[in-house]
Nanobody
Framework: QLQASGGGLVHPGGSLRLSCAAS????????VGWFRQAPGEERNFMAA????????YYADSVKGRFTISRDYTKNTVYLQMNSLKPEDTAVYYC??????????????????WGQGTLVTVSS
């Protein structure tokens, strides 16, 4: 199971870095993705990265503001979020997928969901 952390309260225009760690200490998955879910809304894809290899994928809504990265030495995937807006307020989840590249943006192809971490962007 994967666990997201690093959420909190931030002012508009601020930054946060979320972390995703595997409970077993290593990722046994092809892709690690970040999703978010605001109250009353569906869980939406934000970014994904191939755990081994060079593939990185973003939702259009966060391209240029969010950066996904991985650290093999720490077995951690990060989501650096800059220029945050109130509409970025949501619970952020990370999860793993062994699907193909074509479904990397689809939440139903992911498993090992953790509890998520709340990000609140407010003045």
């Amino acid at each position: 199971q994967l666990q997201a952390s690093g959420g909190g309260l931030v002012h508009p225009g601020g930054s946060l870095r979320l972390s995703c760690a595997a409970s077993g200490g290593t990722f046994n998955t092809r892709f690690v993705g970040w999703f978010r879910q605001a109250p009353g809304e569906e869980r939406n894809f934000m970014a994904a990265i191939a755990w081994r290899g060079g593939g990185i994928y973003y939702a259009d809504s966060v391209k240029g503001r969010f950066t996904i990265s991985r650290d093999y030495t720490k077995n951690t995937v990060y989501l650096q979020m800059n220029s945050l807006k109130p509409e970025d307020t949501a619970v952020y989840y990370c999860a793993g997928s062994n699907g193909i590249v074509g479904v990397v943006r689809i939440s139903t192809y992911y498993d090992s969901w953790g509890q998520g971490t709340l990000v609140t962007v407010s003045s």
